[in-house]
T-cell receptor, first 108, second 115 residues
């Protein structure tokens, strides 16, 4: 059962620019999570945003949640080469369901 | 920091072999999970466990079994390996409670090739 779906599938930007990724989901949720995966490694949890929150920050990351539109966005400001990775949103069903991810490539 | 350790980063096995993938976590987490990750298909849940000796099927349990004899260890078993089980296998753990509300902590994965 697929819940979250990231958009775009792939994104290339210049170092220093901001990167925005979006996640849309189908059913009501009580939270949404974002994860990062570097090539060949496991996923790393970035942020959990609850349904009663509209925005959350962590360092250069900003996550928004719009429950009326059933969508979330992840903004990475002042991107760096180390931000090159795949980013996944994860939404709850009876367990977490991961989207297929956005592949972000930061160009030097 | 939570550490989830998978026993092998790379593994090559032959068709028909019984394969064991081991995962250990050091944070006393109740929940543990096994996923496989394939290009274009994302992460798919194979099995999860919310307590010792407890297991629940995920979305794609066929051809796999699991064992959780101790809280910190969760093993994935391929009963008779087949080439379509070639994949990246990821183990994860999380605190007790509804697993969908807890952040998951992942190991670095085992890239398994079945020849």
């Amino acid at each position: 059962s697929q819940q979250g779906e990231e958009d775009p599938q792939a994104l290339s930007i210049q170092e220093g620019e901001n990167a925005t990724m979006n996640c849309s989901y189908k059913t009501s949720i009580n939270n949404l999570q974002w994860y990062r995966q570097n090539s060949g490694r496991g996923l790393v949890h970035l942020i959990l945003i609850r349904s009663n929150e509209r925005e959350k920050h962590s360092g250069r990351l900003r996550v928004t949640l719009d429950t009326s539109k059933k969508s979330s966005s992840l903004l990475i400001t002042a991107s760096r080469a180390a931000d090159t990775a795949s980013y996944f949103c994860a939404t709850p069903d009876d367990k977490i369901i991961f989207g297929k991810g956005t592949r972000l490539h930061i160009l030097p | 920091d939570v550490k989830v350790t998978q026993s092998s980063r790379y593994l090559v096995k032959r068709t028909g072999e019984k394969v064991f993938l081991e995962c250990v976590q050091d944070m006393d987490h109740e929940n543990m999970f096994w996923y496989r990750q394939d290009p274009g298909l994302g992460l798919r849940l194979i099995y999860f466990s919310y307590d010792v000796k407890m297991k629940e099927k995920g979305d794609i349990p066929e051809g796999y079994s699991v064992s959780r004899e101790k809280k910190e260890r969760f093993s994935l078993i391929l009963e008779s390996a087949s080439t379509n089980q070639t994949s990246m296998y990821l183990c994860a753990s999380s605190l007790w409670g509804a697993s969908s509300n807890q952040p998951q902590h992942f190991g670095d994965g085992t890239r398994l090739s079945i020849l």
